[in-house]
């Protein structure tokens, strides 16, 4: 007799349509979708994920009339992230209200956005459907900054004197490590965070992290917000699913198969960040005056005035083919974990910091924008596994800090206490561990009728 397959209740998932973004939540998609649930990913024009063999099982719907790329680079990142809630409110309710009509009230077990997609929200309020925000980390900043004066605000932060200090009651953030934008002014990023950290009706939070990394930070949030938070993280740990919007250069990989152990400092500024060719010049020279052998992830558009490598002087490309590798972008993951790799220069992205400290790999920060900054500081001042670049970059800096991570006796106890993080991390997404607990409440709360 044929066994009755039993039906999947259905998550659909809300991604921003930037790499940083759609990394997490195709990650909880894989974690949720284990655990029986159907995913049901809903995507802009702009920057499709694609339906690779890694996610099969899962349904990609596009929201018509949605921002393209066209319109990224006449408006800039923050005034299209702003428009982007505004002109998607609509299509994604039509769009519900399609998915509802195909199987029943009942078949959508939640809807989960990333909280600068706050226009599903209301979408889901209109249905009634239980509605989650996916947030990194750093949503205790956005939260308090969403409420800060912006005038007064933007003086302290021209203030000099004032760089340095404390910010009241996020210790041990300064004002300067804030995580203010560089793709917009400070009254437009307020205006994003002041709706993105808005719960309004949403029934959790979920958090990319995990009790062992940041305990006080996870307990204010609770408070504060008065619904469930559940740190799942780290969400590649907990289920790797690879996401990559750019093509991978997996060359890398045999160029460090041939390196000696822990000898390879790995480069990858992330998706967004821009450099100025004087950067790079610094760069190369001192990576190439530290000795040390480096994997440098060079982003084609990343090079201001270039579309690649082609503007910058041949006196770069001589410094660079000595001991150095460059690609326009690499398989991070697998590069973090490959035994020749010894420390991460980064731009410090939730998901870099993560994926670094899930592999027990120390870390230079060079923070761009945003919660970078937030990131760096706590890699260098609270989990104390990285050294923070500040200021502007020279040669003889970068040689320096290459070769505290990497020979000094500073890197080595960096690696050991990187090494004590990432153990801690894997034993908490473990059965039984605090992130494995907080996924099963999660989904034992799907199945609630009183979850909303």
């Known amino acids: 007799m044929e066994e009755k397959q039993v039906k999947r209740r259905r998550i659909v998932l809300v991604p921003v349509p930037a790499q940083g973004h759609v990394t997490p939540i195709m990650q909880l998609g894989k ?126 932060m021209k203030d000099p004197e004032t760089q340095d200090k404390v910010f009241p009651g996020l210790d041990p953030l300064r004002y300067k490590d804030l995580p203010t934008s560089a793709f917009g002014p400070l009254e437009s990023i307020l205006k994003l965070y002041s709706n993105a950290v808005n719960i309004r009706t949403a029934s959790a939070v979920i958090i990319n992290s995990a009790s062992c990394l940041e305990s006080s930070s996870l307990a204010w949030l609770q408070r504060e917000l008065q619904v469930p938070v559940y740190p799942l993280g780290p969400l590649h740990i907990a289920a790797s699913a690879p996401s990559s919007l750019i093509e991978e250069d997996r060359s890398c990989i045999e160029w460090l198969d041939k390196q000696k152990p822990s000898s390879v400092l790995y480069i990858s500024l992330g998706s967004l960040a821009l450099m100025q060719i004087k950067d790079m010049l610094e760069m190369a020279w001192g990576l190439s005056n530290s000795n040390q052998p480096f994997l440098w992830v060079i982003r084609p558009g990343s090079v201001a005035g270039s579309e690649w490598r082609e503007s910058l002087p041949e006196e770069f490309n001589k410094l660079v ?121 999660f989904v034992n709360s799907l199945k609630m009728k009183n979850f909303m």
Not at 63 to 68: R, V
Not at 81 to 86: T, V, Y
Not at 353 to 373: A, H, K, W
């Open 321 to 441: 083919s000595e001991r150095g590798y460059i690609v326009k972008w690499a398989p991070q993951m697998e590069g973090l974990s490959h035994p020749a790799v010894g420390g991460f220069w980064s731009h410090c992205g939730w998901n870099s910091t993560l994926e670094s400290i899930g592999e027990g790999v120390p870390m230079i920060c060079r923070p761009f924008t945003g919660d970078q900054r937030v990131n760096a500081r706590y890699l260098e001042s609270v989990w104390r596994s990285g050294v923070q670049l500040e200021g502007e970059l020279d040669k003889g800096t970068v040689e320096s800090s290459v070769k505290r991570l990497t020979v000094d006796e500073e890197g080595a106890d960096m690696r050991k206490r990187a090494i004590d993080l990432k153990e801690k991390l894997e034993a908490s997404v473990r059965s039984g561990g605090s992130s494995s607990s907080s996924l099963e409440d």
């Open 31 to 156: 974690a949720l979708h284990l655990k029986g649930f159907s995913i049901i990913v809903v995507q802009t024009q702009y920057n499709r994920v694609s339906s690779s063999k890694d996610f099969s099982d899962f349904h990609f719907l596009t929201i018509p009339g949605s921002l393209t790329d066209s319109d990224l680079k006449n408006l800039g990142a923050l005034p299209f992230m702003l428009k982007l809630n505004q002109v998607c409110e609509a299509s994604f309710k039509h769009c519900l209200s399609q998915l509802l009509q195909e199987q029943g009230d009942d078949d959508i077990a939640c809807v989960i956005y990333d909280e600068y997609m706050y226009f599903s929200q209301s979408a889901a309020m209109e249905f009634q459907l239980p509605s989650t925000a996916l947030s990194a980390t750093a949503f205790v900043c956005r939260s308090v900054l969403s409420k800060v004066n912006a005038e007064s605000f933007l003086i302290d």
